[in-house]
């Protein structure tokens, strides 16, 4: 099978970005003493806690044979594969034991390794640090290191006595499209008035001209500080809060797929950090995480931001299934300006980003300096 190794089998597949942090679990769903099955770039894992609650996580295929590992025994420290008992540390992947070899038999059973990825615990999820393909010889590989921890959440109140006094909470929706359709379906500032009507809300009719503007930032680009929009989510429970025009939002992106949405007013503030996570080619996950100091003394003030934001996401998965069905054929699509403009960076990131990798030059970022778009939402 020659063909298996031309040089197109190993070039860097754009919608699998690997080098990054994924969000692979929410953290309340993976137990201690448990095996649980996830899956990231299409890399099937098994994600566990060991006795003292630490995460971690390994390719689901034991070396041997390939069984899945988390249909095997875990007793906090090492997994057991189900076929032939071979023992895995959960943490590195190293095998502690090959039951059937005789004592006289000399094979090096700690050179052997289930693949073991880099995981961590922040605000709320389970991440796994994907890295760049390793060299073949799969099986006899230690888990490379992350080379930097896993995203967390801005927050602003963590000194004084003010520590610690924030909530955070998650939501998540499996989404039956590719991640590029998923994250810029996120991105997108005209689907608002069609998508996200609701009586309590707003209607097409709130729809007016707005001007944004936008500045590079390293692997990404912000929208520049500013008022939020009279008609979004956020702005409209603030304005219970403070003055309108102390109010301002700061939107980032940066790769893979991190969205940061930060609003402030006055001592208040408002943070989220959302994911679209690739699982298949075909399949992705949006995660939103927001952290948060306002409604802490008003009852229902919680429920309610979770209501509105459980709303949105539900409009959205609901959109990005119909329009699957409209996908299933490869039509002709197209992405216009100003509107999609964000949606063109994504992907010319994502070009600038793997080229970067391919030679060894630094990224050259796709925007020279700050831009102002307009679009009616
Ligand atoms: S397949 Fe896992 S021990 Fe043989
Ligand atoms: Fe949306």
């Given at each position: 099978?020659?063909?298996?190794?031309?040089?197109?089998?190993?070039?860097?597949?754009?919608?699998?970005l690997?080098?990054?942090?994924?969000?692979?679990?929410?953290?309340d769903?993976?137990?201690?003493?448990?095996l649980?099955?996830?899956?990231?770039?299409?890399?099937?894992?098994?994600?566990?806690?060991?006795?003292?609650?630490?995460?971690?996580?390994?390719?689901?295929?034991?070396?041997?044979?390939?069984m899945?590992?988390?249909?095997?025994?875990?007793?906090?420290?090492?997994?057991?594969?189900?076929?032939?008992?071979?023992?895995?540390?959960?943490?590195?992947?190293?095998?502690?034991?090959?039951?059937?070899?005789?004592?006289?038999?000399?094979?090096?059973?700690?050179?052997?390794?289930?693949?073991?990825?880099?995981?961590?615990?922040?605000?709320g999820?389970?991440?796994v640090?994907?890295?760049?393909?390793?060299?073949?010889?799969?099986?006899?590989?230690?888990?490379?290191?992350?080379?930097?921890?896993?995203?967390?959440?801005?927050?602003?109140?963590?000194?004084?006595?003010?520590?610690?006094?924030?909530?955070?909470?998650?939501?998540?929706?499996?989404?039956?499209?590719?991640?590029?359709?998923?994250?810029?379906?996120?991105?997108?500032?005209?689907?608002?008035?069609?998508?996200?009507?609701?009586?309590?809300?707003?209607?097409?009719?709130?729809?007016?001209?707005?001007?944004?503007?936008?500045?590079?930032?390293?692997?990404?680009?912000?929208?520049?500080?500013?008022?939020?929009?009279?008609?979004?989510?956020?702005?409209?429970?603030?304005r219970?809060?403070?003055?309108?025009?102390?109010?301002?939002?700061?939107?980032?992106?940066?790769?893979?797929?991190?969205?940061?949405?930060t609003?402030?007013?006055?001592?208040?503030?408002?943070?989220?950090?959302?994911?679209?996570?690739?699982?298949t080619?075909?399949?992705?996950?949006?995660?939103?995480?927001?952290?948060?100091?306002?409604?802490?003394?008003?009852?229902?003030?919680?429920?309610?931001?979770?209501?509105?934001?459980?709303?949105?996401?539900?409009?959205?998965?609901?959109?990005?299934?119909?329009?699957?069905?409209?996908?299933k054929?490869?039509?002709h699509?197209?992405?216009?300006?100003?509107?999609?403009?964000?949606a063109?960076?994504?992907?010319?990131?994502?070009?600038?980003?793997?080229?970067?990798?391919?030679?060894?030059?630094?990224?050259?970022?796709?925007?020279?300096?700050?831009?102002?778009?307009?679009?009616?939402?």
């Open positions: 099978m020659p063909e298996l190794d031309s040089p197109q089998r190993h070039a860097p597949d754009p919608l699998m690997t080098g990054f942090w994924y969000r692979a679990l929410p953290a769903r993976v137990h201690r003493n448990q649980h099955k996830a899956m990231l770039l299409e890399i099937p894992l098994v994600v566990g806690r060991d006795r003292v609650g630490r995460p971690f996580a390994l390719r689901d295929a034991c070396p041997h044979r390939g899945p590992l988390h249909c095997g025994k875990f007793d906090g420290e090492n997994v057991e594969c189900p076929y032939h008992g071979w023992t895995f540390d959960a943490h590195n992947g190293q095998c502690q034991l090959i039951p059937s070899l005789t004592a006289d038999q000399n094979l090096r059973v700690d050179r052997i390794y289930a693949g073991g990825y880099p995981c961590e615990e922040q605000d999820f389970v991440w640090y994907i890295p760049d393909p390793g060299p073949p010889g799969a099986g006899f590989t230690e888990p490379e290191e992350a080379p930097e921890p896993a995203p967390l959440i801005e927050k602003f109140s963590v000194s004084g006595k003010d520590k610690d006094k924030y909530k955070l909470a998650y939501l998540t929706a499996d989404m039956p499209v590719s991640i590029d359709h998923g994250i810029i379906g996120l991105m997108d500032p005209a689907h608002g008035p069609f998508v996200h009507q609701a009586w309590w809300w707003r209607s097409r009719h709130s729809i007016h001209e707005k001007n944004k503007n936008f500045e590079p930032i390293p692997n990404g680009f912000r929208m520049s500080a500013h008022m939020p929009s009279s008609n979004s989510a956020p702005y409209k429970l603030l219970l809060y403070a003055a309108a025009d102390s109010i301002t939002t700061t939107i980032d992106f940066t790769l893979p797929n991190l969205r940061r949405e609003i402030r007013a006055g001592k208040y503030w408002f943070s989220s950090l959302t994911t679209v996570t690739p699982i080619r075909n399949q992705c996950r949006i995660d939103v995480v927001a952290a948060w100091n306002l409604f802490r003394s008003l009852p229902f003030g919680s429920e309610l931001l979770k209501f509105v934001f459980a709303k949105f996401v539900e409009q959205d998965r609901r959109t990005m299934e119909l329009q699957s069905e409209g996908l054929h490869n039509p699509l197209m992405l216009i300006d100003d509107a999609d403009r964000p063109k960076w994504y992907f010319q990131l994502k070009a600038a980003h793997l080229e970067a990798k391919r030679t060894g030059a630094e990224m050259k970022h796709p925007m020279t300096g700050p831009v102002t778009l307009k679009w009616r939402s």
